[in-house]
């Protein structure tokens, strides 16, 4: 009777603790993370697709940090912890690729960037009827880091093309990213900015500011694309937001936000 009992007991424990096992991997789960290394200019975006998919596929969560695309790239090739990387310029991720980091069947573009110039309601600069040229009129413009900001390099070569970096060059003020390049003129540190159409487009920024569209033959193509990391813990996650990207609804996402969209 006591052996039974025993036997009873132990089965117990072990369906206890196969039930527990059960329940941790259900945990990790319900919890699994998207670690994403992300464009700055995507920041209002991918937090709007984030919260789209978050309520499809509650399983899994979109955790972005945003940064300048550059730096992004430099972080993983010393390997960064994260799943996806979402660049303002392929080139990176297919650099990434090129150096044995990533497949180029996990390679992807996603959209087309786009740069204004945006200036607070206050202010008196004519960007809508001189564009540009409304800038020789600012005191400080902010724009982000050419040496590793895809949205910085279109803005230098932007300006040079338009003949006014030699008046200009000495007025402008270096964001960390394009995002940052946005916060210089929202908090008045700087007169105007050349910004990410993105960000311009954005409720907050929209409401505080307007913008004019610098035309697209003045700087070259901001292609964006992405890379699936190969050490990605969550493969299924990272494949399921490049999914939706390429999407005819993500697609419609990113153009809801300015972006342009690369031919299929």
């Known amino acids: 009777m006591i052996r039974v009992i025993l ?9 206890l603790a196969a ?6 991997e259900e945990d990790t789960r319900a919890t699994a993370t998207v670690r994403v290394a992300a464009a700055a200019d995507l920041k209002f975006a991918l937090d709007d697709v984030a919260a789209r998919l978050a309520s499809r596929r509650p399983a899994v969560r979109i955790e972005a940090i945003y940064g300048s695309s550059g730096s992004m790239h430099a972080q993983l090739r010393q390997r960064a912890p994260y799943d996806v990387y979402l660049s303002a310029d392929v080139a990176y991720p297919r650099d990434l690729v090129s150096r044995g980091i990533g497949a180029e069947r996990d390679l992807f573009t996603y959209a087309v960037g786009r740069i ?5 309601n206050r202010s008196a ?8 040229g409304a800038l020789t009129g600012a005191l400080r413009i902010a724009i982000a880091n050419p040496r590793h900001a895809p949205y910085g390099q279109a803005a230098d070569a932007a300006l040079r093309g338009a003949g006014l970096w030699d008046r200009l060059g000495r007025k402008l003020v270096l964001g960390e990213n394009v995002a ?5 003129v929202q908090s008045g540190a700087a007169d105007a900015g050349i910004i990410a159409r993105s960000l311009a487009l954005a409720p907050a920024m929209r409401a505080a500011g307007r913008y004019w569209d610098v035309p697209e033959d003045a700087y070259p193509p901001l292609t964006q694309g992405g890379l699936i990391l190969p050490w990605a813990v969550s493969p299924e996650g990272a494949a ?25």
């Open 7 to 15: 036997l009873v007991l132990l089965t117990g424990a072990g369906l």
């Open 19 to 24: 039930n527990q096992g059960s329940n941790r």
């Open 116 to 120: 204004v110039v945006w200036v607070p």
């Open 125 to 132: 600069l004519p960007i809508e009827r001189d564009g540009l």
């Open 180 to 184: 940052q390049a946005a916060q210089f």
């Open 240 to 264: 399921g937001l490049r999914d939706y990207l390429l999407s005819d609804e993500g697609r419609q996402l990113l153009a809801s936000y300015g972006f342009g969209l690369p031919a299929r």
